[in-house]
Each structure stands twice: as structure tokens, then as C-alpha cells.
């Protein structure tokens, strides 16, 4: 019900936008957010937003590297990577959550896209 795209080979240093758009689900009522998954380790919720777009969560790890937005008229969120790392290599799930209000509750998210693969290389 999503589909993510935008992946690839990168550079560190160098940038990436991912993108997500849903043309099933009724995207303006969910919050949205993008997880990632690196080789043996536990997925992570990097970034969300909310429905409006007004408040926006980053991991620790991405805070003013990335930025989360949404277009709600045409169903897309987007994650702009900045300064990528090579910690940053992973795929890239992006996902829904009906919770409007706490976005960084990771069970919440209930629609998943098909993870994009992002490699940084040093």
C-alpha cells in the first residue's frame, strides 16, 4: 500500500531523497514515518511527521542531516539525506500510523512500504 523509492549508491558526504506515496490509503489521516534496517541489527524509526506536516521527530543519529516532509495533496512523503555516513547504509522502510499524536510509538505503524536499499561507501 506504499511504495518507497529513491534509493542507491552514495558517496559519503553526498545526498539522497527518498520518496513514498500511497495511492490506497487515505494519507492525510496518517502520521508517517520512515524506519531503517541495517545489516544485523534491529530496525529503527528515523524520522516521522505528523499529519499536517507540522511536527516532525529525527533519531538522534540523523537530527540536521535529515529532513521529513509531506505533500498530503499528492500522497508523497519525502526524507532528504544530507551528509550521509556510512553508519547511515540500510534499507529504508517508510510507514503509517493512525496515531496522530505520538509519533514515535513504533507499534502504531501499521502500513509498511518495500524498503529502498541506501549504501553509503567511504
Known amino acids: 500500500q506504499l511504495q518507497a523509492s529513491g534509493g542507491g549508491l552514495v558517496q559519503a558526504g553526498g545526498s539522497v531523497r527518498l520518496s513514498c506515496q500511497t495511492s490506497?490509503?487515505?494519507?492525510?489521516?496518517?502520521?508517517m514515518g520512515w524506519f531503517r534496517q541495517a545489516p544485523g541489527k534491529e530496525r529503527e524509526l528515523v524520522a516521522a511527521?505528523?499529519?499536517?506536516?507540522?511536527?516532525?521527530y529525527y533519531t538522534t543519529s540523523v537530527e540536521g542531516r535529515f529532513n521529513i516532509s509531506r505533500n498530503n495533496a499528492e500522497n508523497t512523503v519525502y526524507l532528504q539525506m544530507t551528509n550521509l555516513k556510512p553508519e547511515d547504509t540500510a534499507v529504508y522502510y517508510c510507514?503509517?500510523?493512525?496515531?496522530?499524536?505520538?509519533?514515535?510509538?513504533?507499534?502504531?505503524?501499521?502500513?509498511w512500504g518495500q524498503g529502498t536499499l541506501v549504501t553509503v561507501s567511504s
Open positions: 511527521i505528523n499529519r499536517g506536516g507540522g511536527i516532525t
Open positions: 510507514a503509517a500510523s493512525l496515531n496522530g499524536y505520538q509519533l514515535r510509538v513504533t507499534r502504531d505503524y501499521k502500513y
Open positions: 490506497k490509503l487515505r494519507f492525510g489521516a496518517y502520521t
